[in-house]
């Protein structure tokens, strides 16, 4: 009995490390992207070309957002140096949605585990998504919401982020500005020591979800008996919850979805699953160190809602179309298989960036002498 649990144990870990593997590499690469824009972006400048939240402001920052090619947690980092830096949230909220839904890494995983179904429901619904997103964002945010986060201070004194912009007339000044180079490497540091426990605490999970919780569970969880109406649109309501208790990453939680479809979800539920990577606990808990709890509630009920409508109408279109493809993928084999292929590469490559940019900070580390002075000095003047 204890040698079963062991291995199931080791298993669990074994899958969690299959999970990072897949990951690593566009963690290294979005949590770079922010730390670039932070050292770069004036404020007036962001606020001048995406302040305004109109149409063009969103598919810009839409189109942004794919190419950006990142994780969920570094995509919030983004999000939340566009939005201090001056654009406007509805903006900043496409391109957290389309960095963690129409990126191409995300769709070329979800074709090789679930096909090409999969692939093409989550680009077509990454774009569904932006536009229910804004309308609803447009039809129901408070002002004074908008106002309190934007000028909410982060809890964590220790991870602000205090780095200037580096000095330089036009944007390519101050990336070829000798001073960019560390500028990035601090921030990078402060983006990863504010959220690695919660990165570490989702692989964990997603690792034991899928080597300890049985098929029979997602079936039974999904109503898999129920008629095919009943179980969608009780698909598209469960599949964020899970998420919210179970998720990773952007990417890292499509090994779980494959689980989910394995096990009898239906599709509309896995690719809520898949939508909803953006309100696990951990990454909520991220929006109220950003933005306060006030607005980290509040987007937690709108994406909610965005991302069960979305699934929604994905479904039905793509049960018109026959597109629904079959449960035939053993995704717990293909987590725990490790081969040198573009991944081993790509993470080898974020790897050696990652080391740079840590000795980089242990070189020039961030000087907090004079905001703590400040903070003294503010503190021995009350009465």
Known sequence: MIRTVFGEVGHALLMAAGMVW???WSLVLGFAISALLQAILP???MRRALGKGGIKEIALATVAGAASSSCSYASAAIMRTLFKKGAALVVSLAFLF???NLVLELGLILFMLLGW????AEWVGGVVLVVIMSLLVKLTLPRRLVEDARRHKEADQGHQHMASVVAGATWRDRITNPEARIRVAQNFVMEWRMLWKDLAAGFLIGGFVAAFVPDGVWQTLFLGHASAGVRTIAGVLIGPVVAMLTFVCSIGNVPLAAVLWAGGASFGGVIAFLYADLIVLPLL????????????AYMAAAFFVTMATAALIVDAGF???GWVPDRSVDI????????INYTFWLNLVAA????YLFIQNRRHPMNHDHHHDQRSAGASAEP
């Open 332 to 339: 717990r084999q293909r987590m725990t298989e490790f081969s």
């Open 98 to 100: 389309a960095s963690t």
């Open 319 to 321: 049960q018109w179309l």
């Open 117 to 120: 179904q999969f692939m093409a």
């Open 352 to 355: 050696a960036l990652a080391l």
């Open 43 to 45: 404020e007036e400048q």
């Open 22 to 24: 897949q990951t690593g």
């Open 285 to 296: 808990d991220v929006y109220r160190r950003y933005f306060g709890w006030r607005m980290m």
